[in-house]
Nanobody
């Protein structure tokens, strides 16, 4: 599984950005769990949003109602729509595929895309 994240950039507080995670070598529909993480400068990586293979979603509390994780099976891509951005959302965002294969759970990571939110 290969993941390619894109869509980061500079936004003002209150603005929006949409991140994409293009998946190759595996259909998104067959991946057990897709996740978006983020890592702010000087902080640990944290889980932001989760989507399971039945379409169920969960979010970090501080982004609930502002961020939406979704998937387009035709494009084999997972998205993170981020609205009403806050300076605290500034971080490098990573997409992650978590799947059961060969008798174990495996994780695959995209390269990260930088989101900067100015106040």
């Amino acid at each position: 599984v290969q993941l390619q994240a894109s869509g980061g950039g500079l936004a003002q507080a209150g603005g929006s950005l949409s991140l994409s995670c293009a998946v190759s070598r595996r259909s998104v529909a067959t991946i057990d769990i897709m996740r978006w993480y983020r890592q702010a400068p000087g902080k640990q990586r944290e889980l932001v949003a989760v989507r399971d293979d039945e379409g169920g979603t969960t979010y970090k509390g501080s982004v609930e109602g502002r961020f939406t994780i979704s998937a387009d099976y035709a494009k084999n891509t997972v998205y993170l729509q981020m609205n009403n951005l806050e300076p605290e959302d500034t971080a490098v965002y990573y997409c992650n595929a978590h799947l059961w294969e060969s008798g174990q759970w495996n994780n695959y990571w995209g390269q990260g895309t930088l989101v900067t939110v100015s106040s």
